[in-house]
């Protein structure tokens, strides 16, 4: 797992990528974006600043793959860079594929389901997915250092659990107690809080019915892991399928966004939106407008990259010929939105480069997803699309930021 820089070994072997289209386009037009480069200059020369990074996507960033390559990246390049955990969803409670950089252990009969499943309906939160437990008691473990780049990276001393606590139905505990210093609750935003006496780099807590009611159930939204560290704290909020209409399904994805004031939000929703023949390009600018204003509202300061999705193959048979029009309703947006565009489409190569990542095993037979080392040159090629604007930005020597970031 060491944490080598692909692009310095692999580029002359990848004639069909677009190397000079890996740039971060309208950046230097955004004022949000010269703030957010400031802030990160800050933190690579030593200094202290709170920075957080939201990445909002379908399976791409559930497997967290490419988004914690760029997690790690951000949060190594200095001694003073490793924010908290954030944020996270025991997916494996769910049912469904779980990130290796944290590990969920779980016990009882619990059911998944994901806001990106029609049939599926229930109450979700800022994960887009929600599991159920209808049974007398559960035990969750969660270690929050899993399959890392670097050992022990994360810790925490405080903790919230995102659940439907409009319910008296079920009641948390600790196998721990004497863990626990102080218990606060939101109704409006649905988690409970746990400040801990100490810093633990691993928890285990149960999940017991209180009241014998018919047809209680506990409904798992998520989990945060908190500390008290500065620095760069990177969300990923991912769900396989997920699409802009699906996370409009997501009751409480406002309330719980609400709660947070991101530097930085990476929209790389699009590939499933683009997918089906019955695409509305209409409706998907609508809801790209709608989530950069509730952005927004978080922090009207905050920098929105918008990532135009991969070429990708229409059932493993054809090449999509929609994602050409997500891109042209991307650029749309960026251009009256004020914000910028990560254009991977143009990068890989264009309309059917997909076929060229899968020769080359960048991508799986489904030519949608993409194999660990095509994930790893994803991340890469985003950092240093970051680095060179950030050094563009702020007069800085060619390839400094990014040498730096790299090498720490």
């Not at 600790?174 to 218990?183: G, P």
């Not at 017991?208 to 159930?217: G, I, L, N, P, Y």
């Amino acid at each position: 797992m060491a944490q080598t820089y692909v692009l310095d070994t692999i580029q002359d072997k990848l004639p069909f990528v677009n190397w000079k289209a890996n740039t971060i386009k309208m950046a230097d037009k955004s004022p949000a974006f010269r703030k957010l480069f400031h802030k990160f200059d800050t933190i690579a020369r030593g200094g202290e600043e709170d920075l957080h990074i939201f990445h909002i996507g379908g399976s791409h960033i559930q497997a967290d793959i490419y988004s914690n390559r760029l997690r790690s990246y951000l949060q190594t390049m200095s001694p003073t860079a490793k924010g908290q955990r954030g944020f996270i969803y025991p997916f494996s409670i769910a049912q469904t594929n779980n990130p290796g950089n944290y590990r969920v252990e779980y016990d009882g009969e619990w059911t998944g389901y994901r806001c990106s499943v029609r049939k599926d309906s229930v109450a979700w939160g800022l994960a887009g997915v929600t599991a159920v437990f209808k049974d007398s008691m559960a035990n969750v473990k969660i270690k929050v250092n899993g399959n890392n780049y670097h050992e022990k990276m994360y810790d925490f001393n405080k903790m919230r659990i995102f659940y439907d606590n409009w319910s008296n139905d079920y009641e948390i505990s600790f196998k721990q107690d004497s863990l626990v210093a102080q218990i606060k609750e939101n109704k409006k935003a649905h988690f409970i809080e746990y400040t801990l006496n100490r810093s633990v780099d691993e928890i285990e807590f149960c999940i017991h019915r209180s009241e014998d009611v018919k047809d209680a159930e506990f409904l798992m939204m998520g989990i945060e892991l908190m500390n008290d560290n500065k620095g760069v704290q990177y969300t990923s909020i991912g769900v396989n399928g997920g699409s802009f209409s699906y996370y409009d399904r997501c009751r409480y994805f406002d309330d719980q966004l609400l709660l947070y004031k991101p530097d930085l939000f990476i929209v790389s929703v699009g590939t499933n939106d683009a997918y089906h023949p019955d695409f509305n390009p209409k409706e998907y600018k609508e809801y790209y407008t709608e989530l950069i204003k509730l952005i927004q509202k978080a922090n009207p300061d905050c920098a929105v990259l918008l990532t135009v999705p991969n070429d990708s193959y229409y059932q493993k048979k054809i090449p999509n010929p929609r994602t050409r029009i997500a891109r042209k309703i991307i650029y749309e947006v960026a251009q009256e939105q004020k914000m910028a565009v990560w254009d991977f489409y143009e990068i890989m190569g264009g309309f059917n480069s997909s076929q060229s990542w899968y020769k080359n095993k960048l991508m799986p037979r489904d030519r949608i997803h993409f194999t660990v080392m095509g994930y790893r040159i994803k991340a890469d090629l985003l950092l240093q699309a970051l680095a060179h604007s950030w050094e563009n930005e702020l007069e800085l020597p060619p390839n400094s930021v990014l040498n730096q970031i790299i090498n720490e």
